[in-house]
């Protein structure tokens, strides 16, 4: 049984990047978020996740949320949002982001390939 939750716990640390990664700006907000989410049981939040993308030689961050109908928005490292134009679905961004990874996960997000 050890062994078993070794194993899963394991994989589960794959799918995050290292601490030494998440900028100082994220992690107040994951902070934020998981305070929101012990004060509010029923809180959206527990549906989110923060993403990481690679664009432009260059990490930008976005929150998903399975409950929000809002298109997740690209927060560079340095915490300044990417604005693009929400009228103009073939931006440069979302044609050529990748490298997805997870960086943080609320106990119910259900991932999907966005």
């Known amino acids: 049984m050890l062994f078993i939750s070794v194993v899963v716990f ?5 799918y995050l990047i290292p601490d030494n990664e998440v900028p100082d ?7 934020q978020d998981e305070q929101m989410m ?4 029923s809180s959206c939040l527990y549906y989110g996740a923060w993403l990481r993308y690679k664009w432009q030689n260059e990490y930008y961050f976005e929150y998903h949320c399975s409950c ?5 928005r690209a927060i560079s490292i340095k915490g300044d949002t990417l604005h693009i134009r929400a009228d103009d679905a ?3 961004y979302y044609k050529e982001k990748c490298c997805r990874q997870l960086v943080w996960k609320a106990p119910d997000y259900t991932d999907s390939p966005w």
């Open 10 to 14: 394991s994989c589960e640390k794959d």
């Open 38 to 41: 012990n004060d509010h049981p």
């Open 90 to 92: 073939t931006t440069d």
């Open 68 to 72: 929000s109908s809002s298109s997740p």
């Open 25 to 31: 700006w994220l992690k107040s907000k994951i902070n």
